[in-house]
Structure formats: structure tokens, C-alpha cells
């Protein structure tokens, strides 16, 4: 078994109709920070969204509000940027993290004060991401907060760091696949294989998941000494 396996993360993806929402955080070959975050839906609800960029950020908003019917769980800011640090999240849990990093805290201290989702049977994961920059060797963060049965009697709560390496990036997802329930991301994140250019990996991400249920996808590739970035929004309904 070869543990320093990078998996093809358009292939994988492919191999699995319902992933959820990702998380997926690295370094291309030439030296850029990675972020890239998709959500998928199956309920009509879920689906009736789109991403938006507002600065610096990305906001979720429905793409039909006549038809929006429970905001609580799907509508967030996904993707926050503090300077030279830039979070990912499923969730309002973005917002938490940033409060945390402006008061002095971190990532796990912010995390800790939150759960997974309150949407039982599924109990979804949050799953999260930090990318701290200023330096080329610069370093990241991912966590996934699950329950810790199938009752939500208790939340389980995983944090992982990385150094950044060359043409390596790290995924996690909320679903290890479909179902009913949907069953919660088993394991540590996925190793994949990052490609230097920016919109053959948006693409080769998009492609990738699955057609029916695919959202919205947005792709980041950031100087790590600068701040200074590209981008790139995906959205199945409207404009992007």
C-alpha cells in the first residue's frame, strides 16, 4: 500500500454521485496556495442556490427566492479572507473562525465551540479549512466535525495540519457517498494531485462531479507572499 498515493481528484470525485459539499486545500506545482470549495443537492430546496463573489469573499444566495424555503443550513458565506489568511467552510461556522482569528483565537479554538449540523438523520458534518499565507513554505488547515453516533448524542472533532507541498493538495467531503441517511466522510482527507493551471483544474473539478446533483464550484490560486490571486465560479443556474 503506497501511503504517499495522490489520487486523480476529478476521477475521484467521479466515482462518487453524491460527495456533498468539499473542501480541498493545497499547493500547485509552481508554488501557488490552492482552495477550492463545490456543493452539490438533491433536495430542490439545496439546489436553488448560487455562488457570489463580494470582494475578496464568496456568498451563497438563492437563485430563485420565490422558491427559497428553509435558508438556515444552506445559505453562508463559504469563503472568507482575513489578509493573509483565507477560510473555507460548509457553513456559518466561516463566520465563527473569522470572529475567533480577529479576537486572537484559532482555528481550533473557534471550532470548538461548534457542532455538526442540526438536520437528523444525516447529522452532516461541518468540514473547514484554513489557509495561513505570508511565506512561501506556508501551511494549512482542515477539519471535519461529525457525530459521534447515529443518535447525535456527541460530536466527535478532527483537526489536521499540513506544510504545503508542491503539486499535493488534501479533500475532505461531507458524504462518503449517497444514501438514505447519507453516510458522514469516513477517514483522513483524500491526497490528490494539484495541476499548475488554474482553469484546467476548475474544469477537470467540474467534470468531475456529478452532473445531477453538481451546484456550484469555486477554484482560488493564491501568491502566498502577496495575497494576490485567481479565480474561478461555477454555477449550474444563472450567472457566474
Not at 8 to 14: E, G, K, Q, T, V
Not at 126 to 152: C, N, V
Not at 196 to 216: H, K, P, Q, Y
Request: charged share 25%; proline share 6%.
Amino acid at each position: 500500500m503506497d501511503v504517499y498515493k495522490k489520487l486523480d481528484a476529478a476521477s475521484y470525485l467521479r466515482g462518487n454521485d453524491y460527495p456533498g459539499r468539499g473542501v480541498l486545500l493545497g499547493k500547485s506545482p509552481d508554488g501557488k496556495a490552492v482552495l477550492a470549495y463545490f456543493i452539490m443537492g438533491r433536495s430542490e430546496n439545496s439546489r436553488n442556490r448560487v455562488f457570489c463573489a463580494q470582494g475578496d469573499d464568496v456568498m451563497i444566495f438563492p437563485f430563485d427566492e420565490g422558491k427559497m424555503k428553509d435558508p438556515s443550513l444552506i445559505i453562508y458565506a463559504p469563503v472568507r479572507t482575513e489578509g493573509l489568511q483565507t477560510i473555507v467552510t460548509n457553513g456559518d461556522q466561516t463566520d465563527t473562525i473569522l470572529h475567533h482569528l480577529r479576537q486572537g483565537g484559532s482555528f481550533q479554538t473557534a471550532l470548538n465551540t461548534r457542532s455538526f449540523e442540526p438536520d437528523a438523520p444525516n447529522l452532516t458534518p461541518r468540514i473547514s479549512g484554513l489557509l495561513h499565507l505570508g511565506e512561501g513554505d506556508f501551511t494549512y488547515e482542515l477539519s471535519i466535525l461529525k457525530s459521534a453516533d447515529a443518535a447525535g448524542s456527541a460530536c466527535n472533532r478532527y483537526y489536521y495540519r499540513y506544510a504545503a507541498l508542491p503539486g499535493l493538495g488534501h479533500l475532505i467531503h461531507t458524504y462518503e457517498e449517497n444514501g438514505n441517511p447519507l453516510p458522514t466522510f469516513q477517514g483522513e482527507p483524500r491526497r490528490v494531485d494539484i495541476p499548475a493551471d488554474l482553469d484546467a483544474f476548475t474544469d477537470a473539478l467540474w467534470t468531475g462531479l456529478n452532473a445531477e446533483n453538481r451546484i456550484s464550484l469555486y477554484v482560488r490560486y493564491t501568491d502566498p507572499l502577496t495575497g494576490r490571486y485567481e479565480s474561478r465560479l461555477v454555477n449550474k443556474f444563472g450567472k457566474d
